[in-house]
């Protein structure tokens, strides 16, 4: 999904559900944050008494954070990155299948993100709850593929079957359609690792599309191919129902964080927004007027809902700044005043927990992946 399903609609069924404003809008932050948060590393200028970091190099650091990584920069295409960020919040394992790689193919409502969801559950902390249903909704939408790079992600003859809204790097190569479909797939062989949906462009995230492809169902790799088509309209809405009752489960359990004078009936508006036909620019700006125009946030309150990437990392380091925070590495962080309180800190912590949750459930269902 993009950050119209992670951000937008994720904050609009939160208020639908009757969460507060504040707590949808943290809730629907941390789950899109997880698509933003490339740092690894970063070493700390002014430690803070009481805050829970790690040492490096014999520095105060914060490592091991990132959820995800720049699929443009070669470097980050290694199995520390696939088995830290990829696997675990983009491509859960759907734990079935005869062989390893087979049971690290991602699956609709993988029994291993449900047990993380369950234990979110009873956590008093919506940062958690958001991260978790990143990849919980990733689970509908990337089923079939890989974070691993791997043989099941080797795909071929992709195709629309519905206008695609494409950014510009997929669009390019889509346009490439026009030669044969041996020559399209020789290209993407080429150029396109086997890595989660790459070969499929943006096609799995886009809400309204269908779709179809071929790949090997045979047990072996044996080029026994198959054709599926996919409707995201199916994928989205099943994904949004089951988070629609996941954040009524919430809610039930931790009353602190809701509007009691909230009384929302009107999903199916909600539902019919995330299949909006449009760009992915355009989805964003259709949502922020569903928001406001069902009264879920004030018409005054229209920046304070737009997403920003950097507004987290802005509050907690007095010395952000976008071009030297760009990086899987960063040095001379300087902690803000009230840095304990920050929303980025307790992301950071509930990284940690939703990482060794993801571990630890790897081992239950006897899923050997190296941290």
């Known amino acids: 999904m993009n950050r119209d399903s992670h951000y937008y609609a994720v904050l ?20 899109q944050f997880v698509d933003d948060a490339k740092i690894n590393l970063m070493f700390i200028d002014n430690p803070v008494k009481g805050i829970d970091h790690d040492i490096v190099e014999n520095r105060p650091a914060f490592f091991n954070m990132a959820t995800c990584h720049s699929y443009f920069r070669i470097k980050t295409f290694n199995y520390e990155a696939m088995a830290n960020s990829t ?12 062989n390893f790689t087979r049971k690290l193919r991602c699956r ?15 956590e008093n902390d919506i940062i958690k709850l958001g991260i978790v249903l990143h990849p919980y909704a990733d689970t ?10 791997s043989k099941v992600n080797d795909i071929r003859n992709c195709e629309a079957k519905t206008e695609a809204y494409l950014g510009a790097i997929d669009k390019f190569l889509y346009v490439f359609k026009q030669f044969s479909q041996d020559e399209y797939d020789a290209l993407f062989d080429h150029i396109m690792p086997a890595y989660g949906h790459a ?21 072996q790799f044996s080029c026994a191919y198959k054709t599926v088509e996919i409707d995201n309209r199916d994928r989205f809405k099943r994904a949004f129902h089951s988070i629609k009752r996941h954040l009524q489960l919430y809610l039930a359990k931790h009353h602190e964080y809701a509007d009691r004078r909230l009384k ?8 019919d927004t995330i299949l909006f036909e449009a760009s992915d620019e355009n989805r964003e700006e259709n949502w922020l007027k569903v928001l406001i125009d069902l009264g ?17 990392p802005e509050e907690a380091f ?54």
């Open 12 to 31: 609009a069924f939160a208020r639908a559900c009757g969460f507060n404003k504040p707590s949808a809008l943290t809730i629907g932050y941390a789950s």
């Open 87 to 98: 696997i675990p919040f983009h491509f859960a394992p759907g734990c079935k299948g005869e």
């Open 108 to 122: 609709e409502d993988s029994p291993l993100i449900l047990d993380i969801l369950n234990d979110a559950l009873l």
């Open 140 to 149: 509908f939408t990337h089923q079939g593929f890989s974070g691993m790079l």
């Open 199 to 219: 070969q499929a462009l943006d096609f799995p995230d886009i809400p309204h599309l269908v779709w179809s492809y071929e790949y090997d169902c045979s047990g």
């Open 264 to 271: 929302f009936k009107n999903f199916d508006v909600l539902m």
């Open 296 to 312: 879920l946030f004030n018409a005054n309150e229209r920046n304070l809902i737009v997403y920003r990437e950097n507004k987290w």
């Open 318 to 371: 007095s010395n952000f700044d976008p071009e030297a925070f760009d990086g899987q590495v960063v040095g001379g962080v300087q902690l803000a005043p009230d840095f304990p309180a920050s929303h980025w800190y307790r992301f950071y912590l509930s990284v940690k927990w939703y990482k060794k949750k993801f571990f630890e459930y790897c081992a239950k269902y006897q899923l050997s992946i190296l941290n």
